[in-house]
């Protein structure tokens, strides 16, 4: 039977813990540990990869590959549907579609997206409840250049992020987390003071280098966000 990746994978940490590879050392290359594991490159690749990934190594073209001095921990965040994360929670989703409005993407968010001038999009406002009580208010855009179908999609009934995991993927993702001070506008659709500190998530999607979305995404005051690595 031959070597797998995972007993690959398993006996180079283990060889780590032990010490025989230390932090900072440079560890054999791909070849030679094929030749030691009696299988495939690409079997060694695989759990290389999965080592790096894992932060237990660092990978560098032509400078070969080190133990990192510490373990890099990396969270990884999702893209949760609103209505699920609410529903899972035991509460009844609602959704509302404040406002719809076509126009020129405007100099921020052409900087944001990096689009071209002149270049159209979608702007949503939409509101996001659990029992009855307001959870999100979300503040997005879609590329139109990218996504034209969205000109004329109803978003009266489901929210658009709904509509967009079923319509495209994303190849590269960016998300920024915020404290910010509720203004007017937040304030009434949240059902917080002026000012009152709020947890905002901003998150931008692209598609092999085009733009497909930007999200502003606000929360009722209390929420919380929690990740595993």
């Not at 921990?73 to 699920?84: D, H, K, N, S």
């Not at 509460?91 to 270049?119: F, H, M, N």
């Not at 947890?199 to 502003?216: G, K």
Request: aromatic share 10%; hydrophobic share 40%; net charge neutral.
């Amino acid at each position: 039977m031959s070597t797998t990746f995972r007993e690959v994978k398993a006996d180079i940490l283990n060889k780590i813990i032990q010490g025989v590879w230390k932090p900072g050392s440079l560890m054999p290359n791909e070849v030679e540990l094929a030749e030691t594991y009696d299988c495939a490159r690409a079997t060694v690749n695989r759990a290389m990869r999965e080592l790096a990934e894992d932060g237990i190594i660092e990978r560098r073209r032509k400078a070969g590959t080190r133990v990192r001095m510490a373990p890099v921990r990396q969270a990884r965040f999702g893209i949760p549907l609103v209505r699920q994360e609410i529903e899972d929670q035991g509460a009844v989703y609602r959704y509302t579609l404040v406002r719809s409005e076509q126009q020129v993407a405007p100099d921020w968010l052409r900087a944001r997206l990096r689009l071209k001038e002149g270049e159209a999009a979608l702007h949503l406002i939409c509101m996001h409840y659990a029992d009855g009580s307001p959870y999100q208010f979300e503040d997005r855009w879609v590329n139109l250049e990218m996504l034209p179908k969205a000109a004329k999609a109803d978003f009266t009934q489901s929210g658009p992020n709904e509509w967009l995991v079923s319509e495209v993927p994303f190849s590269d993702a960016e998300i920024s987390f915020l404290a910010v001070q509720a203004d007017a506008t937040l304030a009434e659709y949240l059902g917080c003071e002026r000012n009152d500190a709020l947890f905002q998530i901003e998150r931008s999607t692209w598609w092999e280098n085009r733009a497909i979305t930007f999200v502003r995404l606000t929360f009722r005051r209390g929420h919380r966000l929690t990740t595993q690595y």
